[in-house]
């Protein structure tokens, strides 16, 4: 069964490529964004080989 995906929001004046954040129907979330290749950065996040990091603008988490 494929999964529904609704855009919640985004920041996006050309409407082609720009940050987002997408809903899944299984409760779950996928975000759009700038891929974070500093080493310093990643460094600091410490994350597993099989994660990545994105940026997104503060305007896309109003809640935050």
């Known amino acids: 069964?494929?999964?529904k995906i609704k855009k919640l929001?985004?920041?996006c004046p050309n409407g082609i490529d720009c940050?987002?954040?997408y809903e899944i129907d299984d409760d779950t979330l996928i975000v759009?964004?700038?891929?974070v290749?500093?080493?310093?950065?990643?460094g600091q996040l410490g994350?597993?080989?099989h994660e990545?990091?994105?940026?997104?603008?503060?305007?896309?988490l109003p809640e935050i």
């Open 1 to 3: 069964m494929d999964k």
């Open 9 to 11: 929001r985004d920041a």
């Open 19 to 21: 940050p987002r954040i």
């Open 32 to 35: 759009q964004g700038s891929l």
């Open 37 to 42: 290749t500093d080493p310093t950065i990643l």
């Open 47 to 49: 994350l597993p080989e």
């Open 52 to 60: 990545t990091a994105v940026r997104v603008p503060r305007s896309l």
